[in-house]
């Protein structure tokens, strides 16, 4: 049973944009920290963003400044609003929800993962 859910990915040309959505019910959200990861070909995922549950928020360095996460615990959703998107943004993205008790980066940290969204940046 599918408990985390992206949606949002899709195919964009350089420097445009595009916001990932997740959603989940509330019961894996609630106090719980959520990030996103994403993964290229061959390689192990890498974080991306998180954002805890009361707002607080970490970037990788790769995407600070050009990518925002944020939450709406009322809704159960986060978002990853996504600009300046660059072809090596290529990736499929995961969200996944957890205590972030082994650090916000760490993937370790998150019990419940989503099944991904591609997001392919190409013109």
């Known amino acids: 049973q599918v408990q985390v859910v992206e949606s949002g990915g899709g195919l964009v040309q350089p420097g445009g944009s595009l916001r990932l959505t997740c959603a989940a019910s509330?019961?894996?959200?609630?106090?719980?920290?959520v990030g996103w990861f994403r993964q290229f070909p061959g390689k192990e995922r890498e974080f991306v963003a998180a954002?805890?549950?009361?707002?607080?928020?970490l970037y990788a360095d790769s995407v600070k400044g050009r990518f925002t996460i944020s939450r709406d615990n009322a809704k159960n959703t986060v978002y990853l609003q996504m600009n300046s998107l660059k072809p090596e943004d290529t990736a499929v993205y995961y969200c996944?929800?957890?205590?972030?008790?082994?650090?916000?980066?760490?993937?370790?940290?998150?019990?419940?993962w989503g099944q991904g969204s591609q997001v392919t940046v190409s013109s």
């Open positions: 996944a929800a957890g205590r972030g008790d082994k650090g916000l980066r760490v993937a370790a940290s998150y019990k419940d």
């Open positions: 509330a019961s894996i959200f609630k106090f719980n920290a």
């Open positions: 954002v805890t549950y009361g707002g607080g928020t």
